[in-house]
Every structure is written in structure tokens, then in C-alpha cells.
């Protein structure tokens, strides 16, 4: 199988989840346009370190919405995960407001620099060193809720994740292009996003997610808090969570934000909605020092971490 997305963030190598899922690059891209902002030393509680975050967030859905599908049909460029082009796009971001983002931008040898097909990425951790992070998907609710009879498989209707003409919105308001258009043979865009976080060379963190496109940003807000903020893992997972895809122009915030966060980033013009509780997250850090594992879940539902 072809070798995973591959980014650095402040001295930490991230790998993810090749196209057709989006997630892998889109990780790596938000997490390349953040590096230029000393998160760490903002206020994490302040509407400056979420509007820098939902900017970033913006602009690269705005490449997903154009640029990403299946690359055995369509040219996804691997410059989206190029750095010199996210310092461009962080370039782009004015603290004090919101900047519009009318369309894509296009990253680096956008012709000829592309994605290979890929099979199903697969990814555990125990204490021989072995990590595997991984992503299914049967879709909404149920997939199509039809069981192949006698096996006890739910088919599912993955046929939402193409978009089915340019500007129409999919179940989780995605839109897409020609490159995420439907033909015969080929496999829908995902939002996917198993990642492995490796520091010198050895797995420290994995984290994925389910909640269609919020899993790009949920498995983004996991690596942001442990990573800049130094949050164990169940408080980086447990802590509110924003989520813009660009389009539509909304940003979610989840209520656990105050009302003067929502009344900050609305000065700088965001549109906000609050939303009670957005996707769920699970990960797992190893403590190079300790050699302990910690696994963690989302307190946004029901779910439970184990080891032996
Ligand atoms: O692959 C994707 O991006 C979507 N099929 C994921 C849908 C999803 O996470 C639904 N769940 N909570």
C-alpha cells in the first residue's frame, strides 16, 4: 500500500490517511497554515486563537471542496501539503477579522505532482511498539440500512459522499466538484482521518474520529491541544471544539465556548452557530519517559478505553 500523508508540526511528524479520504491532507494542511502562530503562547480561551484556527479551517476546505476525490480518476495535488504553500495561505489570515475566501487556491506542480491509488489504509498501539489507527464508514445512520441477508452486513450509502452536481450540498452540507463527481469504478470522497503522530521516529500519539467533515477538525483540535496546549489526552479530546468547512459560511461552536467567545467572533464577523456537542473522538498517547499508554474517549457519548 502507498505511504501515508506525511507532514511535520513543531518538531512532531504526522501521518495520515492518503485521498480518497481528505483527511490526511487536510490535516496536515491546517496544521502547516497553524505552524505559523505561536498557539501556545496565545489564550486558548481567547476569539483570537479560535478565529486563527477557523481560518485555517476555511481555506482548506476551500481546496477540499475543489481539489479532492479519488485519485485513480481525478489530479489531487500533493503541493496541498507543500509548507511553502500553507505560508502563503497562513499569510492570507488577518487577526482581526474574518477574511472571505471566494474559491480554492492552488498549490505547487498542481498538474503533475498528484496522488497515487491506494487501498484501504489500516492503521493499533501495543507495547511492542506496533500503532494502527483505523477509520470505517458505512456513512449516515445505517448506512442504507439494508443487511445482506444471512451475513449481517450493513450495505452502506457511501453514494452521499460524491457530490452529486457542483454547489449541491451533501447530508453533512459538503460540497465538491468535478473531482468528487460520481462515475462508475470509483470511490467517494471521505473525511477520514486516522492519524499516527510520531516524535524522533516513535509513535506518541494516534487520534480519529467519526462525524463526517467535523473529523478532520475534531482529529485537528485533538493534536492542537496536546500538542500546543500539553492537555492529557482525555482533556484534549473532552475540551470545546469550532468546526468551519468553508462552506457554508458558518462557524460551529459547540456551547461549552461562552457567550462572550460567541460574541467576539461574531465582532469578527463570523457567523456562529452554537451547536451542543459536535463528533466523536478517540485517541491514545504513549509517555516515552514512563512508558505509559493513555487511551481516551469522547465524554460526548458513550464509549470506554481499555488496556491490558
Ligand atoms: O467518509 C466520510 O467522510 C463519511 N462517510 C463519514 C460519515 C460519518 O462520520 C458519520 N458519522 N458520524
Known sequence: SPPPVRTTYRGHTILGMQPPSSGGVHVAQVL???????????????????HVITEAMKLAFADRAHWLGDPAFAKVPRGLVDKAYAKQLAARIRMDRATPVKTHG????????????????????????????????????FGSKVIIPGTGVIMNNEMDDFSIAPGVPNAFGLIGGENNA?????????????????????????????????????????????????????????????????????????????????????AKQHQIKRSRSMGICQGITFDTKTGIFTGAFDPRTTGSAAGE
Open 32 to 50: 502547516n497554515i497553524l505552524e505559523h502562530f505561536d498557539l501556545a503562547k496565545m489564550d486558548s480561551n481567547s476569539a483570537d486563537f479560535c
Open 106 to 141: 492552488t498549490p505547487p506542480r498542481s498538474t503533475d505532482d498528484l496522488y497515487s491509488k491506494h487501498t484501504t489504509h489500516f492503521s493499533c498501539a501495543d507495547g511492542e511498539g506496533n500503532w494502527v489507527a483505523i477509520t470505517a464508514t458505512v456513512n449516515t445512520s
Open 182 to 266: 460520481v462515475a462508475a469504478g470509483k470511490r467517494p470522497l471521505s473525511s477520514m482521518s486516522p492519524t499516527i503522530v510520531l516524535r524522533d521516529g516513535q509513535p506518541v500519539l494516534t487520534v480519529g474520529a467519526a462525524g463526517g467533515p467535523k473529523i478532520i477538525t475534531e482529529v485537528l483540535w485533538a493534536i492542537i491541544n496536546h500538542l500546543d496546549l500539553e492537555m492529557p489526552i482525555g482533556e484534549a479530546i473532552a475540551a470545546p471544539r469550532l468546526h468551519h468547512q468553508w462552506a457554508p459560511k458558518q462557524l460551529l461552536l459547540e456551547t461549552t465556548f461562552d457567550k462572550k467567545m460567541a460574541e467576539q467572533l461574531t
